[in-house]
């Protein structure tokens, strides 16, 4: 284990890990070692504390009530979305949908643009998307004969860039991309891939499910169209997240779900809708989740530092080194920069006997096709192991992995 691994300045891993009960807990008569934070995060004690105090203390329903736990729900939910705003670099808390996670913010693009495509208009994807920025658009595939088109990925886990800029046409109307791959952790240079749709006069849907929790987001920057993001990889709730849309992309695009909420006027002979971003969020909301993402957010504006994110990556790196080190392993991705997860493939072992396994070692990893066919597919694999890391992980966690990885193999070997 390298020094840099074990010791960063300034970041203490252990002040931040003591704030998650879970890790506390054993798991098999072994010290529990989670290391599938890209899958779902751990939650702090502040994010289950704010749970339960909006239930405790101030829980109403929000926007319409004119009474004082009415008004304090409404103001502590409103404030979610100024800090997603502030968080992903919007101008304006207006330019925040409040979704249930990427899954929801995708689709709800997806069926606005789809109602204006015709047969044989293109789609741009990538062979790295997860299912939540592929299947929506298989939608339009089935249902209005629109074509997608695949960004192909190097056998190193970059996306093919000249791939990407002769892919465009005259038919293409929409690209949709992965800002950091969940299985390959390959970070896209997501101003780039924006510049290069925009010269084309095509709007880009960036999914964030990965990218925003290890490092800073700034979707003005980017210039992007659209920017999803799911709360419950943010040491927040599950159900909560958020799409950013630019410029008048919300005025233009048609309400999603129908109900209370999302308009203004109703009669028997018409509706009225709400502005944007209410427009699209019909329905009484996940008021005390949404509340706790706020806090989720705040709490990484404390602890997610450089010295934590750059110690997240040491982890990753040290892993790599670890898995590099023994035969008969094959690591998916292996781009510079890519982000604190590795996937990889055991020889003659099946991904799900080794996650099994390193279970009764007290190692949580993930293993599958982690949501991602097309690029199993690619690699010519049908599974995988996957260890990602978070800000709560240690260099002891690290040698557990590597301990409980070495002693699956020899009982499988």
């Known amino acids: 284990m ?32 989670y290391l599938d934070s890209a899958a779902s995060a751990q939650k702090p004690e502040a994010v289950i504390n704010a749970l339960g105090d909006v239930w405790r203390g101030s829980y109403a329903n929000v926007h319409r009530g004119l009474h004082t736990l009415a008004n304090e729900a409404t103001e502590a939910f409103e404030a ?44 741009i994807l990538s062979q790295m998307e997860h299912h939540s920025n592929i299947v929506p658009w298989h939608f339009l ?17 970059a996306l093919d860039i000249e791939g990407y800029r002769a892919i465009f046409t005259p038919r293409t109307k929409m690209v949709a991309l992965t800002h950091m791959s969940n299985v390959l952790g390959t970070l896209n240079d997501a101003r780039a891939l924006t510049e290069i749709a925009h010269r084309h006069g095509v709007p880009i849907l960036l999914d964030g499910s990965q990218a925003a929790v290890h490092g800073p987001v700034d979707v003005a920057a980017i210039g992007c169209d659209f920017y999803a993001i799911t709360g419950h990889k943010l040491y927040g709730p599950n159900a909560t997240g958020a799409l950013y849309a630019k410029g008048d992309w919300l005025e233009r695009l048609p309400a999603f779900m129908g109900g209370g909420e999302m308009i203004s006027e109703v009669s028997e002979d018409a509706v009225v809708y709400a502005a944007p971003p209410h427009k699209f969020e019909a329905g009484t909301p996940a008021i005390a989740d949404v509340i706790a993402l706020g806090t989720a957010l705040d709490w990484m504006g404390a602890h997610a530092t450089p010295e934590a994110i750059a110690h997240e990556h040491a982890l990753m790196q040290t892993a790599t080194d670890g898995l590099q080190a023994m035969d008969g392993i094959r690591i998916l991705g292996t781009v ?19 996650a ?23 690699f010519g694999v049908t599974a995988s192991v996957r260890a990602s890391f978070a800000v709560y992980n240690t260099a002891d966690d690290v040698d557990a992995f590597l301990d409980a990885l070495r002693r699956a193999r020899e009982f499988l070997i």
């Open 2 to 33: 390298t020094a840099l691994a074990r010791t960063l300045s300034g970041f203490d891993v252990n002040a931040v890990r003591a704030q998650f009960p879970i890790l506390s807990r054993q798991v098999h008569g072994k010290p529990l070692v």
């Open 80 to 123: 979610t979305r100024g800090k997603l705003a502030a968080f992903l670099g919007a101008a304006r808390s207006e330019e925040i949908v409040l979704t249930r996670g990427t899954t929801e913010a995708i689709n709800l693009v997806a069926s606005g643009i789809g109602l204006d495509l015709k047969e044989g208009d293109e789609i």
């Open 141 to 157: 595939r089935e249902r209005k004969g629109v074509v997608i088109k695949w960004v192909p990925v190097t056998d190193e886990g």
């Open 336 to 354: 510079p920069g890519k982000g604190p997860m590795v996937s990889f493939v055991v020889e003659n072992a099946h991904a799900h006997d080794i």
């Open 356 to 378: 099994q396994l390193m279970d009764r070692y007290g190692l949580a990893v993930r293993a599958g096709h982690h949501c991602a066919h097309p690029l199993m597919k690619r």
